[in-house]
């Protein structure tokens, strides 16, 4: 029995660990959370729709993601919030997501102003990104 509670305790702490990286990345789970945030600090937010078995997905977050001029641009126009697209089909279905990764750019009231749709290099993301503007 201790050892049950023992292994217990560690995955908790693991997915607090790994739950906790993944928040210093910069990176909401909440998409209401971050319209919120995006309409308070008058940014866009970009949704990246995306499943842990795709592989074009982790690509993107390596190459693209985890470079500092992805969390250069981001930090200065975007609320980052990641979907998980096999667990939240209600948003997948509402913005008509039909692959991944698929990157939905939302106002600070939740509409969609851009989509992005499959990989994309981190230079023409960026250049593509750089055009969107949040409403004044």
């Known amino acids: 029995m201790n050892k049950r509670i023992l292994a217990v305790l560690v995955l908790a702490v693991c997915g ?20 919120k945030q995006a309409a308070e600090q008058k940014k866009l937010v970009l949704a990246d729709f995306t499943a842990s078995w795709c592989g074009w997905c982790a690509k993107m977050k390596e190459e693209v993601f985890e470079k500092e001029e992805f969390k250069a641009l981001a930090a200065e126009k975007f609320v980052l919030v990641t979907i998980d697209g096999d667990k939240n089909r209600v948003l997948v279905d509402k913005y008509g997501v039909q692959g991944f990764p698929t990157l939905v750019i939302l106002d600070g009231e939740g509409k969609e102003v851009h989509k992005i749709v499959g990989y994309k290099a981190l230079t023409p993301l960026l250049e593509e990104l750089k055009t969107l503007e949040p409403a004044k």
């Open 16 to 35: 607090l660990v790994c739950g906790a990286a993944f928040a210093e990345e910069g990176w909401l789970e909440d998409l209401d959370a971050a319209v």
